[in-house]
């Protein structure tokens, strides 16, 4: 097995686009791409910086994303499961990107920008969810917006019913109690934070 480590090995397999497939990146959000956001109810973000690379999911109804303009959204944030891991790398390094989704849909909308969280108690209000308003808002100021082809989720068939194995129902219950029969889970946890706030504090 052959490892590729310079760009010139890279382009001598994946060669390099023409100057006309730059044109669909934009530096901001065009009318179809403000129109996906408006009825997406999934996106995946990822951030880098004190605990690593993290890939953080969220979802709501249609359009819980807020477009403030053509370059700036605003994501609400829910009460979770209370790492904060993506929230707390965006502290660390504002960098994140961003896939957006719509069921039935197998465009995807990719977005690169830089992210910051806010507190403001009548746009938390306004993000409410189950009669609960977001905890904060992570806004994007986008640099790069662009649609990914549609290829990879034919390939996948994402939504063809009949390409779907047997659905698998995941235990928490197991995963809990496995990973509390070993001692040195709470040990590395313990590090672990401390190792986190020590970069954030």
Known sequence: MERIETIEQLRGLVPAPSDAA???IGDGLCEQGLEFVGRS???AMATIGTWGI???QKGDSPGFVEVVDRRTLLIPERMGNQFALGIGNILADPRVGLVLMRPGTDEMLRISGRASLWRDEA???RHAAGGKPAVLLIRVDIDRAAFH???SARR???WRPETWDAPQRVSFGRIYAE???RPEVEALFDRMTEESNARLY
């Open 22 to 24: 730059f044109a669909k």
């Open 41 to 43: 109810p999934f996106l």
């Open 54 to 56: 993290e890939i953080s």
């Open 123 to 125: 746009a938390c209000a």
């Open 149 to 151: 082809c549609v290829r």
């Open 156 to 158: 996948a068939g994402l």
């Open 179 to 181: 990973a509390l029969a």
